[in-house]
């Protein structure tokens, strides 16, 4: 059963409503619902302590709705604080990346103003690398020792070519222990991370705006990238972050984080940029070469829920050599280290999908999961500007080594009009990555009860999240047994939704002779491109082979799903490359329908999760090439389709 919406204004207001439950409009002001109903509390709807909802004032903040909103933040933000940022001249404050996701404009490195286009964020954590956090920042400073030091002295240039040099210098005194041992001095780390936490305090506004106190765990050994953002519930935070120096093992951190909280201090790990790791991320062997076993999978499980999907540096769901027959796997692909430009060779264990599987295959070798990860997007950004993925306003992420479409390899070099062998080599070969393949990604999405950091803490523990490759795209997703038969018509459709299964993130167990039913939900970004189709990726074990398979599940423009492809028709939604202008006219406001899986098996444990696709348009590089009166850039792919990704829901077969 499907269905969409028509477009428009109207149409896209309608369907938001209904998506979240609750009759409100687009914006960031909503109307409060009800009071909980039984039917959200049989999903799981987090219930605040009592002395926490004692001492708040009021009991529900404005935009309370018992059935959940849609929050988009950004939850990986490099600042000043930064040793690379401040390197890449960036000298933008944690306030500063505030005041740009409040909405506000801040100068960029490179000399011009940014600002958001698709309006201000609702929550954003400042994520400083932990280690050596806040060094550079004050070897900057002519007043203090650090900057009198001999390694200080010339890391610091507005060239770009001098900056490259200064950071591989940086990089390579960290990879091989000569940095200076002042730049470790444990008082210049407490600074930054107390600017940090009072940063967070200052701009945090419950119901409105959402700050999350965080840091980067910057792990890479031999390169391989296993850097991991650290986020606390609140503001009871330890005295310094646990860091890569401690150790590069993220084994070590996750015990840190055990200690931590039973001191009361509660706090999760996301892993980033898993494409980077060269199969190390997702391994199946441990860093001290030990199996995996049941204590690891549900130490790593318990302090890991989630990972994030997308960001600049590439999108990490799957591989075209993991997925050959999933026709959109070559999706903003970057296939080097993170930092330089060797070659990414170990595919398996670099990507989400195939951890997913990876997973249901532990999960019945040792009886726990140690890969069972949520989705979120975030960008990534060192220029201090959360959220900026905006294709059209595009201006990367390392601060002056990036902020021209020139030194990202967008246009010809030296102010040419033509692409020669030179000038396609730009920003493939630098010393930071080919930055011709960063992409305008991502946002992370939640449904919470309200904009608060409790709310949206819980949303992320219990994986209520969805990624974004930059759009608002507000996705849903249940698994079910007694849906209504009417449930996509229905005024109440998220709370039956809920009543009656659960949401993205969770679990979903057999019911005896029966195969459940999923329900889709998407509804476009008013300000981005029309929606296309609709998917849903599966995943199985089947003779203890892991599987997978991409069901297209709702399509735009009236089509109906060839039952023998699983495909949608393509709808023929083009773009203008001389304009940038998208087909008006092609695709829908909404997809929404309940599916069942022709496949099921209830013996098979599996995880299914929702990827919605729109309409093509202009990527970024192409964006910049049409503002420079040149032609694209003819290596990079002139045109992408953006994308949201659900979390998994999970079928358990047993107990």
Request: one cysteine or more.
């Amino acid at each position: 059963m499907t269905g969409s919406r028509p477009r428009g204004a109207m149409a896209a207001s309608t369907a938001l409503a209904l998506l979240i439950g609750a009759g409100v409009a687009y914006g960031a002001t909503r109307v409060a619902g009800s009071e909980p109903a039984p039917a959200a509390k049989a999903a799981g709807t987090a219930a605040k302590p009592a002395a926490a909802s004692a001492a708040a004032t009021p009991q529900h903040l404005p935009g309370y709705n018992p059935d959940r909103n849609a929050y988009f933040g950004d939850l990986h933000v490099h600042t000043y604080l930064s040793n690379d940022a401040y390197i890449f001249n960036v000298r933008r404050t944690p306030d500063d990346a505030y005041r740009f996701a409040k909405g506000e404009p801040i100068g960029h490195a490179a000399g011009y103003q940014i600002r958001l286009a698709g309006g201000p964020l609702d929550f954003v954590a400042v994520t400083d690398h932990s280690e050596y956090m806040g060094a550079i920042r004050e070897a900057g400073d002519p007043n203090t020792p650090l900057s009198k030091l001999p390694f200080s002295q010339g890391l610091f240039s507005p060239d770009p070519a001098k900056i490259m040099e200064a950071f591989r210098a940086f990089v390579r005194g960290r990879q091989d222990g000569t940095l200076p041992k002042e730049f470790q001095n444990p008082a210049i780390i407490s600074r930054a991370w107390s600017e940090v936490q009072q940063a967070a305090a200052r701009n945090y506004q419950p119901g409105k705006f959402t700050t999350l106190v965080g840091y980067e765990f910057t792990s890479a050994p031999d390169g391989r990238n296993l850097h991991r953002n650290v986020i606390f519930r609140g503001a009871n935070v330890p005295g310094a972050p646990y860091s890569a120096t401690a150790s590069a093992d993220p084994e070590n951190l996750w015990r840190a984080m055990d200690a931590w909280r039973g001191r009361g201090i509660e706090a999760l790990a996301i892993p980033h940029n898993s494409n980077g790791s060269d199969g190390l991320m997702f391994d199946t062997t441990r860093m001290n070469g030990e199996p995996i076993d049941r204590a690891y999978a549900e130490l790593r499980a318990r302090n890991e829920p989630l990972v994030e999907l997308t960001q600049i540096k590439g999108t990490s769901e799957t591989h075209p050599s993991l997925s050959p027959n999933d026709e959109w796997a070559n999706f903003e692909i970057m296939e080097t280290y993170i930092g330089h430009a060797k070659a990414v060779t170990k595919f398996q264990g670099s990507y989400v999908r195939r951890a997913l599987e990876d997973g249901l295959l532990y999960r019945e070798k040792v009886g726990a999961n140690p890969f069972k990860l949520g989705f979120i997007g975030s960008s990534d950004t060192h220029n201090a500007a959360p959220g900026s993925v905006e294709e059209p306003n595009y201006f990367s992420k390392v601060g002056r080594a990036d902020g021209t479409p020139e030194l990202r390899g967008s246009i010809p070099a030296g102010g040419t009009k033509t692409w020669d062998a030179a000038s396609l080599e730009v920003g493939k070969a630098g010393s930071t990555a080919p930055l011709a393949t960063w992409g305008a990604s991502g946002l992370a999405g939640v449904w919470a009860e309200e904009n608060d950091r409790e709310s949206i803490f819980a949303a992320l523990r219990r994986r209520e999240t969805f990624a974004t490759s930059g759009p608002r795209i507000r996705v849903r997703f249940f698994g079910g047994y007694d849906f209504p038969a009417d449930l996509l018509t229905r005024s109440d459709t998220v709370r039956q939704a809920y009543a009656h299964g659960v949401p993205m993130g969770g679990d979903l167990a057999a019911a005896k002779g029966r195969a459940p039913k999923f329900l889709v939900w998407a509804v476009r970004d008013p300000k981005a491109g029309y929606l296309q189709r609709a998917q849903i990726v599966k995943g199985w074990i089947e003779n203890g082979v892991a599987k997978e398979k991409v069901f297209d599940v709702a399509c735009s423009d009236g089509m109906k799903v060839d039952p023998k492809t699983a495909r949608c028709p393509d709808n023929g939604a083009s773009v203008n490359l001389k304009t940038c202008e998208p087909d008006r006219f092609k695709g829908d406001v909404e997809l929404r329908t309940v599916w069942t899986d022709p496949g099921f098996d209830p013996k098979q444990r599996a995880f299914y999760y929702v990827r919605v696709l729109e309409n093509p348009s202009c990527r970024w590089s192409t964006w910049d090439a049409l503002r420079n009166g040149t032609p694209p850039n003819p290596t990079l792919a002139p045109t992408i389709m953006e994308r949201a990704w659900s979390s998994p829901i999970w079928f358990e077969p047993t107990a």
